[in-house]
């Protein structure tokens, strides 16, 4: 059973340096103000309805406050969500359920406005005394939702689909 959890921990890791979501910076090279403005990060572990092991390292906060108008969630429309079904049934369509594992980190990159992340306690980094300067969108961040849907909506366009004038994604 550990083997499972080390390889989904493993995985998670993985994936963060593969899309190079952070570089590291050692803790000598920051000021205390930025050391003291750096978020928090932590790993959770879950185990998915398939019985699988998954890891997610989640960032504690946004550096920055929002109002309650600012902050996103991307979300479709229930008429969008008809329509789709509809046309699966009428083109006979399967239904099936994805689960894209990395789906923030296929966000654009953002080095204008880069933030402090300490790692998690349990990542090797946190031992070398390194923080991260997070560049892509990570779990956690007010940010990511929106990047990460502006990423999609230029894939699907790049595709010939277009959005429903109902719905914002």
Same mark, same amino acid.
């Given at each position: 059973?550990?083997?499972? #959890?080390?390889?989904?921990? %493993?995985?998670?890791? /993985?994936?963060?340096? %593969?899309?190079?979501? +952070? !570089? !590291?910076?050692?803790?000598?090279?920051?000021? &205390?103000?930025?050391?003291?403005?750096?978020? /928090?990060?932590?790993?959770?572990?879950?185990?998915?309805?398939? *019985?699988?092991?998954?890891?997610?390292?989640? =960032?504690? *906060?946004?550096? $920055?406050?929002?109002?309650?108008?600012?902050? +996103?969630?991307? =979300?479709?429309?229930? &008429?969008?969500?008809? =329509?789709?079904?509809?046309?699966?049934?009428?083109?006979?369509?399967?239904?099936?359920?994805?689960?894209?594992?990395?789906?923030?980190?296929? *966000?654009?990159?953002?080095? $204008?406005?880069?933030?402090? =992340?300490?790692?998690?306690?349990?990542?090797?980094?946190?031992?070398?005394?390194? +923080?991260? #300067?997070?560049?892509?969108?990570?779990?956690?961040?007010?940010?990511?939702?929106?990047?990460?849907?502006?990423?999609?909506?230029?894939?699907?366009?790049?595709?010939?689909?277009?959005?429903?004038? +109902?719905?914002?994604?």
């Amino acid at each position: 059973d550990w083997a499972q #959890w080390q390889a989904a921990i %493993d995985l998670e890791r /993985n994936s963060l340096c %593969d899309f190079e979501t +952070y !570089t !590291t910076v050692k803790s000598h090279e920051l000021t &205390s103000e930025q050391k003291a403005s750096a978020l /928090n990060a932590h790993e959770i572990l879950a185990t998915k309805t398939s *019985g699988a092991k998954k890891c997610r390292i989640i =960032v504690d *906060g946004s550096p $920055s406050k929002h109002e309650p108008d600012e902050l +996103y969630a991307s =979300v479709a429309a229930f &008429s969008t969500l008809r =329509v789709v079904l509809l046309f699966m049934l009428l083109l006979g369509f399967t239904l099936m359920q994805l689960d894209v594992t990395t789906a923030f980190l296929q *966000g654009d990159a953002d080095d $204008s406005a880069p933030v402090l =992340v300490r790692p998690p306690r349990t990542h090797p980094d946190f031992a070398h005394l390194l +923080y991260w #300067w997070v560049r892509r969108p990570l779990y956690g961040l007010r940010t990511s939702p929106r990047k990460w849907r502006c990423t999609l909506a230029a894939c699907l366009k790049e595709l010939g689909l277009h959005a429903l004038i +109902y719905d914002e994604c």
